[in-house]
């Protein structure tokens, strides 16, 4: 399951993007940009799955 979070900041919001396996409830992959770039998600998907493999299902 894929999630972004908007954390408020003073000068605005920092994005928490935050891949976690649905079944374990571990946080396989996690990032904290300023903006809300499509690229920040996708270098977020392709870490996790380098690291933890490719999943069957993702769901965001």
Do not use: Q
């Not at 809300?36 to 493999?53: E, F, M, W, Y």
């Amino acid at each position: 399951s894929i999630d972004i979070t908007y954390i408020p900041m003073k000068s605005g919001f920092m994005y928490l993007t935050a891949i976690i396996d649905v079944y374990s409830r571990f946080i396989v992959g996690w990032s904290l940009h300023n903006s809300l770039d499509t690229s920040n998600c996708i270098d977020v998907l392709k870490s996790a799955i380098t690291r933890h493999g490719t999943p069957e299902i993702i769901n965001s």
